[in-house]
């Protein structure tokens, strides 16, 4: 056994407060105290952040251990090992000098072993004729079976941490399901409300949630979470437990009437047929238009509102390309509440682009459109039965900018005349 209480590190490693505190704990061990090492070290590892061990410093305790001859450490025991560092090295995979002796200095300074030095740094064991151990220097396993129960305790504790966190993560993400869930069936059901208003403050609440969130940030979105799922589930609840004897008529009655020629009027019902409402037939086409190529340039300056929109979303930060404008017409979809069947509706009927210019346009008078949903609709009716084209009104938008003074100085100078000769339906050509 130890003849001695306190030991002294060699060399020029330097004697701390926390290695005497340490060694003073190890030697109030009762000798009837028991720990299994292999239970103790899994409570270490699992502990393993709260206690400061790096996963090296563990592979090298895991190999102090094995060197122990016992399963089961007593207090009453001799509890030091003296391997060599190539000994631990191989039993360490192969671990680095360096790294070995780096990742020793942790496990003395997490107080997971002592180190017991001899006057020359050397470790061995002397012996007495009878083959028992007299001293000893190495390490001193002591604080695996001193500080067992601590180690079990946070383990416990990380346990439970860990639990809390799953199902904290369990809970935001069947939060994140239902709501959009639930906002594409209002969409879907045509249920009365801003669900693009909605949808960006759905978007809001999820881009505060880091990839690894912890566990107060994941209570504080599971909170604002839970509030918004409320209130959507109240509004789907309350337009499904209400009667309403003509669906349609109580939708229509959201339409908005608008005096200005130049406006995108609202049209949810598909069979009404308005002839006041579409911008092709305010210019007198009640036929479909031919589709020719527009210029993107002359769409952006129609529709301000999605440059700006692109800006402040595309990763690229404008819109260079027709790619980069059915991108930004994508996102602003769901902004409009625009469903997936009426977008996909749209883009089968007139295509992407003539869909994407369209779906501009209604974004652009977004303020003056109570359904834009219901007013796409429309127009994909129209564009199927020929009467539809995106040329008058993108220009209808570019005269009332124009009017208003609000377009840039290339769009002013464009001097609008009629389609081709004849009187031949088409769009107008730019000189």
């Known amino acids: 056994m130890q003849t001695h209480n306190v030991t002294s590190p060699f060399g020029r490693r330097t004697m701390t407060l926390a290695m005497i505190a340490r060694q003073a704990a190890a030697r109030q061990i009762p000798a009837t105290a028991r720990a299994n090492k292999w239970k103790v070290f899994q409570h270490i590892r699992e502990a393993r952040d709260l206690i400061g061990a790096t996963d090296r410093a563990l592979a090298i305790l895991n190999a102090l251990l094995s060197f122990h001859p016992e399963t089961e450490l007593s207090g009453s025991d001799e509890l030091i090992v003296w391997p060599s560092n190539e000994q631990l090295m191989a039993r360490a995979n192969g671990m680095p000098a360096t790294t070995l002796r780096r990742h020793l200095a942790v496990l003395v300074e997490c107080g997971l072993i002592i180190r017991r ?21 190495g390490f001193d396993l002591s604080p695996i079976v001193a500080r067992a129960a601590e180690f079990e305790d946070m383990a416990d504790t990380v346990r439970e941490e860990r639990k809390a966190l799953r199902v904290a993560r369990e809970k935001v993400t069947l939060l994140r399901r239902d709501i959009v869930k639930m906002i594409e069936t209002a969409i879907e059901e045509k249920v009365p409300g801003n669900w693009g208003r909605v949808t960006l403050a759905y978007q809001e609440i999820i881009s505060r949630l880091p990839r690894l969130a912890s566990l107060e940030i994941l209570a504080e979105v599971t909170d604002e979470l839970h509030q918004l799922w409320s209130n959507i589930r109240e509004a789907l609840e309350s337009f499904a437990n209400s009667q309403i004897p003509d669906v349609n008529e109580s939708h229509s009655g959201a339409h908005i009437q608008n005096s200005n ?25 009640v036929r479909m238009l031919p589709v020719r190529e527009m210029p993107l340039s002359l769409v952006l300056d129609a529709c301000p509102a999605m440059r700006e929109f692109a800006e402040a979303s595309l990763s690229g930060g404008t819109i ?18 625009v469903s997936p069947s ?46 539809f084209s995106t040329w008058p009104m993108i220009m209808a938008l570019l005269r009332a900018r124009m009017d208003a003074g609000g377009t840039s100085g290339a769009v002013r100078s464009l001097e609008l005349r009629p389609s081709a000769p004849g009187g031949k339906d088409g769009p107008p050509r730019l000189r």
Not at 261 to 285: C, F, H, L, M, V
Not at 320 to 337: C, H, I, K, S, Y
Not at 365 to 384: D, H, M
Request: with cysteine.
């Open 261 to 285: 020629p130049d406006s995108i009027p609202e049209s949810e019902n598909g069979s009404r047929k308005r002839t006041e409402a579409a911008p092709a037939e305010e210019a007198g086409n």
């Open 342 to 387: 009426a977008w996909r509706a749209a883009c089968h009927t007139m295509g992407e682009q003539q869909a994407a210019i369209t779906l501009a346009a209604i974004y652009q008078r977004s303020g003056q459109i109570a359904n834009p949903g219901g007013y796409l609709r429309n127009l994909t009716e129209r564009a199927g039965e020929g009467k």
């Open 320 to 337: 260079r390309q027709w790619r980069d404008f059915l991108a930004a017409a994508e996102l602003v979809r769901p902004m409009l509440g």
């Open 117 to 137: 030095d001899s006057p020359n740094g050397k470790r061995f064991a002397r012996k007495s004729d009878e083959g028992k151990i007299e001293q000893a220097y």
